[in-house]
């Protein structure tokens, strides 16, 4: 990847993040195909082009290839879709950047969560027994160093990474199915119950709460008190 001022070089099922309005041009004597996303006003904020390495779930691949898919078949619900991927790129990378300082171990498992939780099969207990210490033990360590259990941790990430998502697009119930599975959860009745214990509102109606809400607060901030 060639920019004005420097170069970039990359590897299969990277991703290449690029600051808005910067000229760049893809060039390999072997070839290349790659997924390109343009996002308007994106979470990210990165002030020059940044490399991220592919993530052993294969979890970056898979949204980049499930967007490509949805913008190739166009269909009523696409536009929501491919906001959603989008969010969750976004979200995912966001996750992935560099943590306070932790102890080594606890920084071995906050990583491993980061890197799993879209992964409905992730066995946390037993990513946990790998580990020389027993289980009360490195409870007590990860909430010491985080403020929550490893398993809390897992399923507020998890639920956080969900309500970025349905945030930002119209919430159906496909859509809801679509954002549980994206974030890990197997069963969209369990995610439903998980998601309202923690926000108040069931995930269809997420989006609906949030737009009510700034509409409240723009009318709070359109009443002029006469001194």
């Known amino acids: 990847m060639v920019f004005d001022d420097c170069s970039l070089s990359y590897e299969e099922d990277d991703i290449i993040i690029i600051p808005p309005g910067m000229p760049h ?16 006003e994106p979470t990210l904020s990165v002030k020059s082009p940044t490399r991220i390495r592919a993530d052993s779930s294969g979890f970056l691949l898979n949204a980049f290839s499930a967007a490509f898919f949805y913008y190739s078949e166009p269909a009523q619900s696409t536009a929501a879709l ?15 950047q560099s943590a306070p300082a932790r102890s080594k171990v606890v920084e071995q498992i906050e990583s491993a969560i980061i890197r ?3 992964d409905c099969d992730f066995e946390l207990d037993e990513f ?12 007590k360590l990860f909430k010491r160093e985080t403020g929550v259990t490893p398993h809390r941790f897992l399923s507020d990430k998890r639920l956080e990474i969900a309500a970025s998502c349905l945030s930002s697009t119209h919430t159906d119930a496909q859509n809801v199915t679509e954002v549980a ?6 069963e969209p009745l369990y995610f439903s119950r998980m998601f309202k214990k ?7 109606n997420y989006s ?9 607060e723009r009318r709070v901030e359109g009443v002029k008190i006469p001194m």
């Open 25 to 40: 041009t893809n060039e390999s004597a072997e070839g290349f195909t790659n997924i390109h996303i343009n996002m308007l």
């Open 82 to 96: 491919l906001s959603a991927y989008g969010d969750l790129i976004c979200c995912h990378l966001m996750a992935s």
């Open 116 to 118: 799993n939780y879209p």
């Open 128 to 139: 946990l027994r790998s580990f020389p210490f027993s289980d009360d033990y490195l409870r």
């Open 181 to 186: 599975h994206l974030c890990g959860f197997r």
């Open 198 to 204: 923690k926000y108040g509102v069931a995930p269809s």
């Open 208 to 216: 609906l709460l949030l737009a009510e809400e700034a509409e409240a």
